[in-house]
């Protein structure tokens, strides 16, 4: 099974803060890579897929970006309303798998 | 628009069963992949199973397979999750999400509100 390890396991940041976090893949898995974010009691919801193709309805302050092993989303101006927990996911090969998770918190 | 509904989610003792039903709307899901994801109390997304848009092939986390089985009734719009010999490490809410292809990118695009499955004796 593919290993995904992100980093920080938390962080906490200030509205208007540019935040980075990263995942890196056990295995190369090319470019299939999706990032999600969760809010308490709430399901995820797709940020990006594919490392860097923003869905539609994200508001452009997320990016994502890198292939192979290394990959990072960006938030560049953090709004209150991205204080959740952000997931990459391998969509290379099954099983699926997560990373463990970045809780973005209030500073 | 696309509406995810899951149940079937309650409280059950150590090796009894459960089936959690997630009904699907606003989209043809005969056409879309579909996938249960679960999490536990407090921690992180683990991917459970995979059934593919017709029903031909299904996959499945080592630590369900040979309990859990996915299946699905296209003329329904309804995905299920059979699960048996429960065990309390199953204890968590569970959502179905719709997985979508497209070109290079593979990606779980829409979620239910998730069901909650508690394993306790």
């Known amino acids: 099974d593919i290993q995904m390890t992100q980093s920080p396991s938390s962080l906490s940041a200030s509205v208007g803060d540019r935040v980075t976090i990263t995942c890196r893949a056990s295995?190369?898995?090319?470019?299939?890579l999706n990032w999600y974010h969760q809010k308490p009691g709430k399901a995820p919801k797709l940020l990006i897929s594919a490392a860097s193709s923003l869905q539609s309805g994200v508001p452009s302050r997320f990016s994502g970006s890198g292939s192979g092993t290394d990959f990072t989303l960006t938030i560049s101006s953090l709004q209150p309303e991205d204080f959740a927990t952000y997931y990459c996911q391998q969509s290379y090969s099954s099983p699926l798998t997560f990373g463990g998770g970045t809780k973005v918190d209030i500073k | 628009q696309v509406q995810l509904v899951e149940s079937g989610g309650g409280v059950v003792q150590p090796g009894r069963s459960l089936r959690l039903s997630c009904a699907a709307s606003g989209f043809t899901f005969s056409r879309n992949g579909m996938h249960w994801v679960r999490q536990a109390p407090g921690k992180g997304l683990e991917w459970v199973a995979v059934i593919w848009y017709d029903g031909s092939n299904k996959y499945y986390a080592d630590s369900v397979k040979g309990r859990f089985t996915i299946s699905r009734d296209n003329s329904k719009n309804t995905l299920y999750l059979q699960m048996n010999s429960l065990r309390a490490e199953d204890t968590g809410v569970y959502y179905c999400?719709?997985?979508?292809?497209?070109?290079?990118?593979?990606?779980?695009?829409?979620w239910g509100q998730g069901t909650l499955v508690t394993v306790s004796s």
């Open positions: 999400a719709r997985g979508t292809i497209f070109g290079v990118a593979n990606y779980l695009d829409y």
């Open positions: 295995q190369t898995i090319s470019i299939y």
